[in-house]
């Protein structure tokens, strides 16, 4: 599945590859062999982000994806590494305008993508942007998150969604109808997962908060936006497992 969680992007239900991921991290039935989502890659820690200080000025991102952040300049003429919430490739490889939300602003400004690359076993993209030339000026964009305007959504396929799409979902038990949840978060890992918050009727440990679900056909056969809901048919002691 292709990601565009909450502001951020995303893919399908099933992996397309862990290199087919790149696709906008929308957290779809078309990752990792056979899962839903487009965001299929080995688990790699999102770096934590920056915690404004009371007086930063908010932004305000109803209207813009989040694609990716800047971690780290590559080398010393300018290059960025960028940690990906896009499951779309053609976000950090396909030359063109982008937009960079700075740490202290409120609005995202224009910038031209130059180049980028993918680096498989680091589960991050190397690009260029117009006027960064050098490590300096690559180092105070650090933490710096690169957006698209939301209106900007790439068409998904078939059984593909968007992190977006699938956040707040209910969570039913497909032979009982029992409610079992909702979807609080899309987990990357070799199957996308879902984060179910426990409805306090199914919980029966009362500790557990939540539970990883693998969003696979076989698990996940149904995912019905127009009514809110995913149809899950978890093997016996999956649910358990998270205990």
Same mark, same amino acid.
């Given at each position: 599945? $292709?990601? !565009?969680? =909450?502001?951020?992007?995303?893919?399908?239900?099933?992996a397309?590859? &862990?290199?087919?991921?790149?696709?906008? +991290?929308?957290?779809? +039935?078309?990752?990792?062999?056979? @899962?839903?989502i487009?965001?299929? &890659? %080995?688990?790699?820690?999102?770096?934590?982000?920056?915690?404004?200080?009371p007086? @930063?000025?908010?932004?305000?991102?109803?209207?813009?994806?989040?694609?990716?952040?800047?971690?780290?300049?590559?080398?010393? #003429?300018?290059?960025?590494r960028?940690?990906?919430?896009s499951?779309?490739?053609?976000?950090?490889?396909?030359?063109?305008?982008?937009?960079?939300?700075?740490?202290?602003?409120?609005?995202? &400004?224009?910038?031209? *993508?130059?180049?980028?690359?993918?680096? @498989?076993?680091?589960?991050?993209?190397?690009?260029?942007?117009?006027?960064?030339?050098?490590?300096?000026? =690559?180092?105070?964009?650090?933490?710096?998150? *690169?957006?698209?305007?939301? %209106?900007?959504?790439?068409? *998904?396929?078939?059984?593909?969604?968007?992190?977006?799409?699938?956040?707040?979902? !209910?969570?039913?038990?497909?032979?009982?109808?029992?409610?079992?949840?909702?979807?609080?978060?899309?987990?990357?890992?070799?199957?996308?997962?879902? !984060?179910?918050?426990?409805?306090? #009727?199914?919980?029966?440990? $009362?500790?557990?908060?939540?539970?990883?679900?693998?969003?696979?056909? =076989?698990?996940?056969?149904?995912?019905?936006?127009? %009514?809110?809901?995913?149809?899950?048919?978890?093997?016996?002691? *999956?649910? !358990?497992?998270?205990?």
């Amino acid at each position: 599945m $292709k990601h !565009e969680e =909450a502001n951020k992007e995303i893919g399908g239900r099933g992996a397309e590859g &862990q290199r087919g991921r790149g696709a906008e +991290k929308q957290r779809g +039935k078309r990752v990792g062999g056979n @899962s839903k989502i487009k965001n299929v &890659q %080995s688990p790699v820690p999102n770096p934590q982000p920056l915690v404004a200080s009371p007086r @930063s000025p908010v932004p305000n991102l109803d209207d813009w994806l989040e694609i990716g952040k800047i971690v780290s300049p590559q080398g010393l #003429s300018g290059e960025l590494r960028v940690y990906p919430v896009s499951d779309f490739p053609e976000r950090f490889e396909v030359p063109g305008k982008r937009w960079l939300l700075r740490l202290d602003g409120t609005e995202p &400004q224009p910038i031209e *993508l130059l180049t980028g690359r993918y680096i @498989s076993n680091k589960n991050l993209y190397v690009i260029k942007l117009a006027g960064v030339e050098n490590c300096d000026q =690559a180092d105070a964009l650090r933490g710096c998150k *690169l957006m698209v305007p939301a %209106s900007d959504r790439p068409q *998904l396929g078939e059984d593909e969604y968007h992190v977006l799409d699938l956040i707040g979902l !209910e969570v039913f038990m497909q032979a009982s109808g029992e409610l079992v949840g909702t979807v609080v978060d899309i987990i990357p890992a070799g199957n996308d997962l879902l !984060e179910v918050k426990l409805h306090e #009727s199914f919980a029966t440990d $009362k500790k557990q908060k939540t539970v990883l679900i693998p969003f696979v056909e =076989a698990i996940a056969p149904v995912v019905d936006l127009k %009514s809110n809901r995913i149809e899950i048919t978890p093997p016996p002691g *999956l649910l !358990e497992i998270n205990n």
